[in-house]
């Protein structure tokens, strides 16, 4: 097992009653869990997040934590939060990374894998 290693899963959600597709707003929801499955303790301090919508429109993001939280996670541990990302077309795309930091001091990145936002029943 690695020493320094999270897990990350998403699911996502279209938020029709939040969105105005007549206005290019499509709010989409997207929950996470970290967990991790190192043998070392660590605290998640930073995110790094590219979403790109079906034109090709990116937008990047970086911020403290997530949702207000910099969660420490012993090893076998994890954290889930959701959060939301508004894009001008009913598809799109997010992928990023989590910044730790260990409890014995080494910091290391963790990828977050390319997800869909897409409206239900429109992708083939």
Known sequence: MATYQMSVSVVTQYLPEQSEPDRGSFV???TITIKNTGTVAAQLISRHWIINDANNQMEEVRGLGVVG????????QSFEYTSGS???TPQGTMKGSYFCVAEDGHRFEVDIPEFVLSLPRTLH
Request: positive net charge.
């Open 69 to 76: 939280h910099q969660p420490f996670l012993p090893p076998g």
């Open 28 to 30: 989409f929801a997207y």
């Open 86 to 88: 508004i894009l001008k």
